[in-house]
C-alpha cells in the first residue's frame, strides 16, 4: 500500500522567534485535520516523518533522507506539510521536486496554507506562485539568520556571557547570568595547573598528580555541580589528560579577558564552524575577575611554544601503538614527561589497582626491537618474499589508482562535451533558459565532485609511491639477506605484530613474519 507521508520540522529559527504555530504538535494537529477531510488520503497508510531543530536550507535531515528513501523505494502516494518551508527553505531545490521528481515518481504534494495540492496543477500562475513564494521563503531564512547571528555578536560585544556553561573556574553570577563570577572550589584547581607548570611539571604530569589524588575532571566537576551529563568519550571524561590541563592552560578567561567570535558559523542552524585566526577573535579586558597574572600567563604560553617546538622536532615515535603493558593487557602510550618514554596509564581509571608503574624509555625499546631484528632476520627467504609481496601488492595498488583517475578524466572531458552541447543547444533556440541552467548548475556539480575525487586519487598515488620509497630506504635486499641499518614507522608496521613490557625491562615481541 502507497503511503501518506506527514513531514514536520522545527527549525532554530522557529525556536528563537518564538513561533507557535510551527510547533511540532500545531504542525500534526493541523494536518490531521486536512487528512480527515480528503477521501483518497484516509484510505492511504499514515506514516509520519520529522526534524526537529534542522534548517530548512539543506536537505540533510535525518526524517528528510528517510523521506527520499521511501520515494526512491516507490513506497509514497503523497507528502504533506504545512507550507512550502517545512520541506525547504532552498526555492530552487523544491522547484526541482515540484516539477521533476514528484510528478516522475507519482507523488502528490501538498502544502496546506499555500493552498498548493499538485494534483490541481499541470503547469500554470499557480505553480509560478509557489516558486515565487519559495523566493520569498528564502530570503526570510537569510534575513532571520543573519539577524539572530548579529544579536549574538553584539550581546558578545557588550560582554554577555551567553555560553550553556561558564569556563572551568568560573561560575555565573546569580543576579545576572550574563555575568561570570570565581567559583572557589574549581579555581583552586586552576591556579595550582599553572603554578605546577610554571614550576616545570609537564601536562602530562600534572594530570597523573590530579588523578592520583582523585580530582575530578571539568566534565565530572560539570555534572556535579550543574547537572551537566559527561558528553563523548565517558572513560576519557573521567580522567585528566593531558589535553584537559593544556586547554587549561591556553584559556585567555583566567586573565579576567572575555574572549569571544572565536568561530564563524555560516548559518544558525548549521553545525559547521570555521575557527578564526587568534588574532581576529573579539577580546574585552579586565571583563571579569582574573585567575592568573598576565605575566604569568604569558610565561606559560612561552613555554608552551617551546614544548611544540622540541616535539615537532622530535623523531616520530616509530613504535607507536606497537605496546602493551604486561601487567594488565592495555596499550602503552608515548608521553613526554622527564624522558620520553612508553607508559601504561591503566591505574588512572582503577584507582584501587594494586597495578604497579609500568614504562619503559623510547630509546632502550627502540634500540632492543632493533637488535633482536637484526638476530630475529638472519634473513630468510620467507622475510624477503613478505617484502617482495608487500612491494607488489603496493605497486599494484598504484596501478589501479592510476586506471580509476583516467577514468574520471575520461569521464571529465565527456562532461565538457555534454556541457557544450547543451550551451548548442540553448543557443540554437531547443531548449529554454530554465533547462539550460538547471543543466548548467549540474554539470557544474558533476565537474566539482570529478576534480575532487580525481584530486583524491593523485594524492593516494603520491602517498603509496612516498611509502615505498621510504620502504626500500628502510630494509635493503642484498641476494637472500636484507640488511636492517635502523628502526623505521614502516617497518615497524610490516613486521612487528606487538610489544609486550613487564616491569624490570623484560619485553616480549611478537612478529608478523613468523608462524602464530
Request: glycine share 6%.
Amino acid at each position: 500500500m502507497m503511503k501518506c507521508v506527514i513531514y514536520l520540522r522545527l527549525s532554530k529559527e522557529d525556536d528563537l522567534n518564538h513561533d507557535e504555530s510551527n510547533s511540532i504538535k500545531n504542525q500534526r494537529e493541523l494536518i490531521h485535520k486536512y487528512i480527515r477531510k480528503d477521501a483518497d488520503l484516509r484510505k492511504m497508510e499514515t506514516v509520519e516523518l520529522a526534524d526537529d531543530g534542522y534548517s530548512g536550507k539543506n536537505m540533510d535531515r535525518p526524517g528528510m533522507q528517510e523521506l527520499l528513501k521511501l520515494i526512491r523505494d516507490n513506497k509514497v502516494g503523497c507528502i504533506i506539510v504545512k507550507d512550502m518551508s517545512r520541506f525547504s527553505r532552498d526555492y530552487l531545490e523544491t522547484g526541482k521536486y515540484l516539477e521533476q521528481i514528484f510528478p516522475f515518481m507519482g507523488v502528490r504534494f501538498i502544502a496546506i496554507n499555500d493552498n498548493y495540492d499538485s494534483r490541481d496543477y499541470a503547469g500554470g500562475i499557480d505553480e509560478i506562485d509557489v516558486a515565487f513564494k519559495g523566493i520569498l521563503y528564502d530570503f526570510y531564512s537569510e534575513d532571520l539568520s543573519e539577524k539572530i547571528k548579529s544579536s549574538f555578536k553584539i550581546k558578545k560585544a557588550q560582554g554577555q556571557y551567553i555560553a550553556a556553561l561558564p569556563p572551568y573556574g568560573y561560575v555565573k553570577d546569580p543576579k545576572d547570568k550574563h555575568k561570570l563570577i570565581v567559583d572557589p572550589e574549581a579555581a583552586v584547581i586552576v591556579k595550582r595547573i599553572f603554578r605546577e607548570y610554571l614550576d616545570g611539571t609537564s601536562a602530562y604530569g600534572i594530570a597523573q598528580r590530579l588523578n592520583e589524588e582523585g580530582v575530578e575532571t571539568r566534565s565530572v566537576y560539570f555534572e556535579r555541580k550543574f547537572g551537566f551529563n559527561c558528553q563523548g568519550n565517558r572513560e576519557k571524561a573521567l580522567v585528566w589528560t593531558s589535553m584537559s590541563v593544556i586547554r587549561v592552560l591556553d584559556n585567555e578567561n583566567y586573565i579576567g579577558t572575555f574572549v569571544y567570535h572565536k568561530y564563524e558559523q555560516t548559518e544558525v542552524a548549521s553545525k559547521k564552524k570555521r575557527l578564526l585566526e587568534p588574532e581576529n577573535w573579539g577580546r574585552i579586558r579586565n571583563h571579569h575577575e582574573a585567575l592568573i597574572t598576565e605575566k604569568d600567563f604569558a610565561k606559560v604560553q612561552r613555554m608552551r611554544q617551546n614544548s611544540k617546538k622540541q616535539i615537532k622536532s622530535s623523531k616520530e615515535h616509530c613504535l607507536a601503538g606497537k605496546l602493551r603493558c604486561g601487567l594488565c593487557g592495555h596499550r602503552m602510550r608515548h608521553s613526554w614527561n622527564g624522558r620520553p618514554k612508553y607508559e601504561c596509564v591503566h591505574t588512572y581509571l582503577n584507582k584501587g589497582s594494586s597495578h604497579e608503574r609500568n614504562s619503559v624509555i623510547d630509546a632502550d625499546v627502540e634500540k632492543m626491537v632493533l637488535s633482536v631484528l637484526q638476530r630475529e632476520i638472519v634473513i630468510q627467504g620467507e622475510t624477503e618474499k613478505l617484502a617482495a609481496e608487500k612491494e607488489q601488492a603496493d605497486q599494484l595498488k598504484i596501478k589501479e589508482a592510476e586506471k580509476r583517475m583516467r577514468a574520471m578524466q575520461d569521464s571529465l572531458e565527456k562532461l565538457y562535451a555534454d556541457q557544450m552541447v547543451s550551451f548548442e543547444s540553448y543557443k540554437a533556440g531547443i531548449t529554454s533558459r530554465d533547462v539550460f541552467m538547471d543543466q548548467k548548475a549540474s554539470y557544474e556539480q558533476m565537474e566539482a565532485q570529478l576534480q575532487e575525487n580525481i584530486e583524491k586519487q593523485r594524492k593516494a598515488v603520491t602517498d603509496l609511491e612516498k611509502k615505498l620509497e621510504d620502504e626500500r630506504n628502510g630494509i635493503r635486499i642484498s641476494g637472500d639477506q636484507i640488511k636492517v641499518d635502523r628502526l623505521t614507522r614502516e617497518m615497524v608496521l610490516m613486521l612487528v605484530d606487538m610489544i609486550t613490557v613487564w616491569t624490570g625491562k623484560r619485553m616480549e615481541i611478537k612478529w608478523n613474519f613468523k608462524e602464530k
